[in-house]
C-alpha cells in the first residue's frame, strides 16, 4: 500500500515536492491545492488533480475553466499524509483543518519550530521523526547548514560555528518584490533566525549567523568557519563530503566562480534546474588557526525536496535513515 500524499499549497516547493512524491514507488499524489486560478493551478490540475485551498473559491476555477475536484477539506479525506508548502506561517493556520482530518501534516521552514512536534533534516535526526505525525522540514538555509555540520559533527569535537547567509533576495518567478539595488541587513539586528533554527536539529552545536540580502534569485551563499579542538585534515572533510550524495563539490578550476556559472551547470543537469545538493566550492575547504572554512551555495528552490520525501518516510515508519537517503537520491537522481 502507498502512502496517499496531499499538497496544500502548489508553489515552488509544493510542485517539486509533488513531483519528487511521484516518483517514488512507497507513496503518491492524490492531489494539489491552489487558492486563485493561474497558470499554476491550471498545471496542477492536469497533473495531480486540483483541490481548492480555500472552500469558498470552487466557483472561481470553474469560472475560468479550471477542473476542480472539491475543497482541501475532500482532499484530506483522500489523504494520507498532508505536505502543507503554503506561505511562511499560513501552515500553522492550516493546521487545526489536519487535526480534524486525522492525517498526519508536514509542514515547512516558513513555520516557528513550535508548529511540529519536531524538526527535521536528514541527515542530523532522521530517527525524531520516526512515527511521529507532525514534522517540520527546517528551511533552505537551515538545511544546507544542518547537513554540513551533521558531517562534521560525525568527525570532530565542534567548538563553536560562525556562518554569514548572503541570501537571495526572492525566488526567480517573483515579479511584485525584490531589490533592486542594494544589500539589505536581514534582520538588521543580528543574529539571524538560522543559527536557533539549526539547533531544533542540532541542539549540541554552538553556532551564531547572520544575514544579508543581495540583488539576484539565483542561490543563497553561505561563509562558515568551524572552531575545531585538535588537529583537522582538509583532505578527510573533502572526501567524506565527496562521498556524501547530498553534498556537490564545485571547483574554481573548472569554470565555477559564481552562482552563475553552477546553475549554468544546474540547467543542463536537471529538470527547472534543481540542485538538491549544498553546492559546496572545494578549494574554500581549508583550516586556518584553528578553524575550517567553508564556502557554500543553496538552491533555495530545491535542497529541501528529498528532506520532505524521507520525512514521509520516517513518519510512517517505511525505512532507515539510511535506506530511505539512498532511494530518495536513488530515485532524484542524486548519484
Ligand atoms: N522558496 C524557497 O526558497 C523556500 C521556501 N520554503 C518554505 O516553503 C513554504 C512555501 O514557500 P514557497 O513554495 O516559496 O511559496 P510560494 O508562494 O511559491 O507557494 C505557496 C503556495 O501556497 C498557496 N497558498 C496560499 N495561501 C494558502 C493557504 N491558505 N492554504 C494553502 N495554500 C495556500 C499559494 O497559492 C502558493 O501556490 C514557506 O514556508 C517557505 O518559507 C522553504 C525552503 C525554500
Ligand atoms: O527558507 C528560505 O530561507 P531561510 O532559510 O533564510 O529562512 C527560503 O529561501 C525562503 O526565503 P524567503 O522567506 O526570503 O522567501
Redesign the pocket.
Known amino acids: 500500500m502507498k502512502v496517499k500524499v496531499a499538497i496544500?499549497?502548489?508553489?515552488?516547493?509544493?510542485k517539486r515536492v509533488a513531483d519528487a512524491v511521484s516518483l517514488q514507488d512507497d507513496m503518491e499524489v492524490v492531489g494539489v491545492?491552489?487558492?486563485?486560478p493561474d497558470f499554476?493551478a491550471r498545471m496542477g490540475a492536469e497533473k495531480y488533480g486540483l483541490y481548492a485551498?480555500?472552500p469558498d473559491r470552487v466557483k472561481a476555477f470553474e469560472d475560468a475553466g479550471i477542473e476542480v475536484k472539491g475543497t482541501?477539506e475532500d482532499l484530506l479525506e483522500k489523504a494520507d499524509i498532508v505536505v502543507?508548502?503554503?506561505?511562511?506561517k499560513?501552515?500553522a493556520?492550516?493546521k487545526p483543518l489536519y487535526e480534524k482530518a486525522g492525517v498526519k501534516a508536514i509542514f515547512?521552514?516558513?513555520?516557528k519550530a513550535h508548529v511540529a512536534e519536531v524538526s527535521f533534516s536528514s541527515l542530523a535526526n532522521y530517527d525524531d521523526a520516526v512515527g511521529k505525525s507532525f514534522v517540520r522540514v527546517v528551511?533552505?538555509n537551515t538545511t544546507g547548514l544542518a547537513r554540513v555540520l551533521s558531517i562534521l559533527r560525525d568527525m570532530y569535537e565542534l567548538r563553536k560555528v560562525r556562518a554569514t547567509m548572503i541570501r537571495r533576495v526572492v525566488?526567480p518567478?517573483e515579479d511584485k518584490k525584490g531589490l533592486v539595488n542594494g544589500i539589505m541587513p536581514d534582520p538588521v539586528k543580528l543574529p539571524s533566525h538560522h543559527a536557533e533554527d539549526v539547533k531544533t536539529v542540532l541542539p549540541d552545536v554552538n553556532i551564531v549567523t547572520t544575514a544579508f540580502k543581495v540583488p539576484t534569485t539565483l542561490m543563497h551563499l553561505h561563509s562558515i568557519a568551524v572552531e575545531i579542538d585538535g588537529n583537522v585534515s582538509v583532505d578527510d572533510v573533502i572526501s567524506r563530503f565527496d562521498e556524501e550524495p547530498r553534498i556537490m563539490l564545485f571547483s574554481k578550476e573548472e569554470g565555477f566562480t559564481s552562482t552563475a556559472k553552477i546553475i549554468e551547470f544546474a540547467r543542463e543537469y536537471r529538470l527547472r534546474y534543481d540542485l538538491f545538493e549544498n553546492a559546496v566550492w572545494r578549494e574554500s575547504i581549508n583550516f586556518h588557526d584553528g578553524e575550517l572554512y567553508i564556502t557554500q551555495a543553496i538552491h533555495?528552490?530545491a535542497?529541501?525536496v528529498p528532506e520532505n520525501i524521507d520525512a514521509i518516510r520516517a513518519m510512517f515508519e517505511l525505512a532507515d535513515k539510511q535506506e530511505s537517503m539512498k532511494k530518495t537520491n536513488r530515485t532524484l537522481g542524486i548519484a
Request: charged share 25%; aromatic share 2%; proline share 3%.
Open positions: 496544500n499549497g502548489y508553489g515552488t516547493i509544493g491545492t491552489k487558492t486563485k499554476e485551498a480555500i482541501i502543507d508548502c503554503s506561505p511562511g499560513v501552515g493556520e492550516n515547512q521552514g516558513g513555520e528551511s533552505c525566488d518567478k533555495q528552490e535542497i529541501v
